[in-house]
T-cell receptor, first 122, second 108 residues
Framework: QVQLVQSGAAVKKPGASAKISCKTS????????VNWLRQAPGQAPEWLGW????????SVAQKFEDRVTLTTDTSTSTAYMEVGSLTSDDTAIYYC???????????????WGQGTLITVSS | DIQMTQSPSSLSASVGDRVTITCRAS??????LNWYQQKPGKAPKLLIY???HLQRGVPSRFSGSGSGTDFTLTITSLQPEDFATYYC??????????FGGGTKVESK
């Protein structure tokens, strides 16, 4: 069965970076994309970016372009997201989610990871 | 940017009730509208994609309708496991994928 398993929760200080992994299984990694979203407490999810499992092509939401880095390791079917210059506003649960887009995200997120809580606090 | 407005923000219903949630886009998004269910402490779950298509494994009591700017999610006979928060999300913008504010379905 399709699974996306994310790395564990972390507490970061303001100005630091956080790197989250999303290990996939149960499907062919290279014919799907991986999206990253976040959800602050009591808020709706917010899309951060997408990376192709096929060729590493990526797109990142404009407001995060300068501090979100997306990568993949096709040998382990794992996607990674690093968020830099963290502030308290970045405290949220971060999710990876699969889609079937090729050159860009389809925007239809059919399988999700369990979420990773990133808390930014001094 | 596209704005997605859901109504109501919350509702109280009983098991067996018919529940309708609406979602309005600030501009036409054709049929590029998806619905998700989220339970506390869990990731969102895709229910309906492209406005009307039931995701595999989702019970047939869930249905979606609409196109352009106005969309509806209907649960024909609410079950105990359906108490949750529901989100609409547009997939027309390619680089934003905006979610609505959510509708919390609570037990009356």
């Amino acid at each position: 069965q399709v699974q996306l398993v994310q790395s564990g929760a972390a507490v970061k200080k303001p100005g630091a970076s956080a790197k989250i992994s999303c290990k996939t299984s149960g499907y062919k990694f290279t014919i799907y994309g991986v999206n990253w979203l976040r959800q602050a407490p009591g808020q709706a999810p917010e899309w951060l970016g997408w990376i192709s499992g096929y060729n590493g092509y990526k797109s990142v939401a404009q407001k995060f372009e300068d501090r979100v880095t997306l990568t993949t390791d096709t040998s382990t079917s794992t996607a990674y997201m690093e968020v830099g210059s963290l502030t308290s506003d970045d405290t949220a649960i971060y999710y990876c989610a699969r889609d079937d887009g090729d050159s860009r995200s389809s925007g239809i997120f059919d399988y999700w990871g369990q979420g990773t809580l990133i808390t930014v606090s001094s | 940017d596209i704005q997605m407005t859901q109504s109501p923000s919350s509702l109280s219903a009983s098991v067996g009730d018919r529940v309708t949630i609406t979602c309005r886009a600030s501009q036409s998004i054709s049929s590029k509208l998806n619905w998700y269910q989220q339970k506390p402490g869990k990731a969102p779950k895709l229910l309906i994609y492209s406005a009307v298509h039931l995701q595999r494994g989702v019970p047939s009591r869930f249905s979606g309708s609409g196109s352009g700017t106005d969309f509806t999610l209907t649960i024909t006979s609410l079950q105990p496991e359906d108490f949750a928060t529901y989100y609409c999300q547009e997939s027309d913008s390619f680089s934003l994928f905006i979610f609505g504010g959510g509708t919390k379905v609570e037990s009356k």
